[in-house]
């Protein structure tokens, strides 16, 4: 226990000098010392209520599959898709319906590979056959085509696993080309029978991971599916990593796309269409963060702002800053001068827009983001992430803590008392 307030400032925020330094993790319950005491105070949202959305979508898919109610999910699906619903995190209500239609099948599939069961233990495909059966049923439904296409897709990453693909066995490598080459012949028919539909388009493009000719223009597929659903910033941040020489394109392309993604959807986003397509690319690859266009990325930073206001879009650009980016630090000099330059806008994004908390997005900035992260306790996880959450506004609020100052988050903005 520290004796005055001066000697746990000074253990928190080091030595009298203003300039700041980022919190030692050491001090984590330092942080939550201040919560505790009203030193910083500060709303947390009920992420969980949110997140409870996608699941109860997912699980409503899943009810109407096992009701054979397969007419009804296209119904929902198809509508869902014309109005391009979302759920309150931005996730496309039709992919969630999708992922519960599918999910009985794909999930037994992912276990028994996992598990390292003997195939004979379980038919791989009987599941599928079911759902291909489907497609008999309901020959002209391009809706429950694309539940089948999607579970190909995922089961093609099942029999892929995280192995370079040039170390899996024989039979691994078939099955996941059959999956992917089965998708594709769906997810044709689909796009000719609904052109226009968002989430067929982002179907295709997930195909891009398995499914790719020499003469495939992957940002064109990108631009496509963009152009049926500007205002997701999702599809864009998928066309940037993609992008990177890892996967489809170059640093070259990468920049190129990005330019152009700004001046198509000028505007919806401003200069933001040129920072969601670098968003994830540049924290994924040091040598994509040396080259960006630090001014221009952050002026898309502010564009977003003012378009997004709202406290999943502040949160999630929040913890980007604080966290994201920050964790790669040290490996390339060139990208930490980027980064350090993109870094500094978690104080304006913190002091001036913040006003909630949602733990849950900080803790998945701390993983890059990754949508495929197994998380084996929700609670545990959004405890982590309340913590680094806590720990970055700390840091960027650490010379009025340092001096005494209460500080409380309110709807209005940022309020000092005391001294």
Sequence with gaps: ?????????????????????????????????????????????????????????????????????????????????????????????????????????????????????????????????????????????????????????????????????????????SRCAAHFDRAAALLSVSRSEMPNSPAIAAADCALLAGHVSPRTRVADKYEALITLDPQNHRHMRAMGSHLLPRWFGSYEELEVQALRNAARTQTIWGAGGYTWVQFDAIALDDEACARVDVEYFLEGLRDIVARRPDQQTINLLAAYCSVTLQNPMGQHPGADTARKQICAAANWLIRDHLTELHPLIWAHAANGFNNSLRVNSAERFAARGRRDALRAIANQLRDELRSGQRVTFTPTGLQFSGN
């Design 1 to 173: 226990m520290f004796r005055s307030y001066k000697a746990f400032a000074a253990r928190i925020f080091g030595s009298s000098d203003p300039t700041p330094t980022p919190l030692p993790a050491s001090v984590a319950d330092a942080t939550a010392w201040l919560v505790a005491s009203g030193q910083l105070n500060i709303p947390t949202a009920e992420t969980d209520a949110n997140d409870a959305i996608g699941h109860q979508v997912i699980e409503h898919g899943r009810h109407l599959v096992r009701q054979d109610m397969w007419a009804e999910l296209s119904q929902e699906m198809r509508a869902a898709d014309t109005e391009r619903k979302t759920t309150p995190c931005g996730q496309p209500i039709t992919d969630l319906l999708a992922f519960g239609a599918r999910s009985d099948v794909v999930l037994a599939a992912e276990h028994a590979l996992s598990n390292g069961r003997a195939l004979s233990d379980y038919d791989l495909l009987g599941g599928v056959s079911e759902l291909e059966g489907e497609i008999q049923n309901h020959p002209d439904d391009p809706m429950i085509a694309l539940v089948v296409a999607l579970a190909h897709i995922d089961l093609a990453w099942a029999w892929r696993g995280t192995a370079h693909p040039d170390a899996l066995p024989p039979l691994h490598q």
